[in-house]
């Protein structure tokens, strides 16, 4: 301690740190305070409470009782306060230099000093992106750049590792940052896909990270494919998973079929799961030839394994053979639908019967009036129109009056109807009569 009451402590500044609390404590032992002399002469006891004997009273005076008093508490204890006036003196390499004023408030005394320091830094930490925690899944010749991001200080030391072995910078490029770090490959290779791992160290604390990275491909053919039966109309065909799966699982298989006589191939199935399955619908008398390509999800393979047998479709007899049913028939004798009706017509005025027959074979129509045919009479006209018959008789007079009867007949027999005609004359009075 020097005379104008300050103090100076040199610590020695450590080259690295382990893993400890964030701060360290170092105690600088000072002197001891000096103790505060005793007064000098005899001590007074003032203390009533106190167990010294009082001084002897006289003889004549009476003894007077006092009640007890509570003991006097123990005078409170004053917090000595901080330092005052810290500030950094020296720096070398090896050490620094502290320097401070006596605190202001020593309260109930001064043993010492403790000095602590803490190192600026903290511990590496590697923020993987969500969608590297799972699996990176790239196409053989894509472009591979993933960007790690992580905190660490002082500036951590970054090494990558793939299955475990150093990665081959030929490779894959590296490019680190004071806060991330990059996996830059060019163009991706099936040899590319493995476990990459990225360490993060600072001092003795490190994180670690782990990617999977899978470089995919078009698969190749099924190993083999079998034709291993031919029916009717139909094939049977087996085949091998390819040896190749381009680095992921097979998803399905397309079938396809080729006529021998055209060679033009045709999808028969497509995104098919099993390994085995029958081709059906084959055109009789051609000879067909198969082959099945593999698929992934990258997409089919590029060949395809061909079937080394054909399937012939034999040409069976077929022999026509007409339902047998009973022909319904329709033979009918003359029936009228319609029969004649009796009418009144005047005397110069064309007037016409009408009646509906039905029969089959088609009847003939026959017209009599009171019995008579009238025949090929052209004051008549006679008119058969799909079974309506009809009997036109021209300017009628007084004595075409009667009974008119139609006639049907066929194979089956006949049938009649009649009807009344009435002529009647038109009297018109003299101009006498009307005066």
């Not at 991706?188 to 791992?197: N, V, W």
Request: glycine share 6%.
């Amino acid at each position: 301690m020097t005379d104008n009451n300050e103090n100076t402590l040199d610590l020695p500044v450590p080259l690295g740190f382990a893993e400890a609390p964030p701060a360290e404590a170092a105690v600088a032992e000072t002197a001891p305070a000096a103790e505060a002399p005793a007064p000098e002469g005899p001590a007074e006891v003032a203390d009533p409470s106190t167990d010294a004997p009082a001084e002897a009273a006289p003889a004549e005076a009476a003894p007077v009782e006092e009640p007890p008093k509570a003991p006097t508490p123990p005078p409170t204890a004053v917090p000595t306060s901080a330092p005052q006036n810290l500030s950094v003196d020296d720096v070398n390499d090896t050490s620094v230099t502290l320097k401070w004023r006596s605190p202001e408030n020593i309260g109930s005394g001064l043993d010492g000093y403790t000095v602590e320091y803490c190192k600026e830094g903290y511990r590496p930490k590697i923020r993987l992106p969500r969608v590297l925690r799972s699996r990176c899944v790239k196409h053989v010749g894509e472009q591979i750049n993933l960007v790690i991001p992580f905190i660490g200080k002082p500036k951590p030391v970054i090494s990558w590792t793939k299955d475990g072995q150093p990665l081959d910078t030929k490779k894959a490029n590296i490019r680190n940052t004071d806060k991330d770090s990059i996996l830059f490959i060019r163009k991706s290779e099936r040899e590319d896909s493995g476990s990459y791992e990225m360490t993060v160290k600072v001092d003795s604390f490190e994180d670690k990270a782990n990617l999977i990275i899978q470089i995919v491909d078009l698969p190749g053919p099924p190993a083999s494919v079998k034709l291993v039966d031919s029916w009717g109309f139909n094939a049977a065909l087996e085949w091998t998973p390819p040896k190749d799966n381009g680095n992921t699982e097979i998803t399905g298989y397309t079938i396809q079929k080729a006529d021998k006589k055209t060679e033009e191939w045709f999808t028969v199935l497509e995104h098919f799961h099993r390994l085995n399955a029958t081709v059906s619908d084959l055109v009789m008398g051609n000879t067909f030839t198969f082959r099945v390509f593999a698929e992934n999800k990258v997409g089919r393979s590029e060949t395809a394994a061909v079937t080394k047998g054909a399937a012939h479709i034999q040409k069976t007899g077929i022999v026509y053979k007409p339902l047998e049913y009973k022909e319904h028939d329709f033979s009918e004798a003359p029936k009228f639908t319609a029969p004649l009706s009796d009418r009144a017509a005047t005397v110069g005025y064309t007037t016409k019967l009408l009646c509906a027959v039905r029969g089959s074979p088609k009847p003939k129509i026959e017209w009599l009036k009171n019995q008579m045919i009238i025949g090929d009479d052209p004051k008549y006209r006679q008119i058969n129109n799909q079974g309506v018959c009809s009997l036109e008789i021209r300017k009628p007079s007084s004595f075409d009056g009667g009974i008119y009867t139609c006639r049907a007949k066929n194979a089956l027999g006949e049938a009649t109807v009649a009807c009344k005609l009435e002529v009647k004359q038109v009297i018109i009075p003299d101009e006498k009569d009307r005066k």
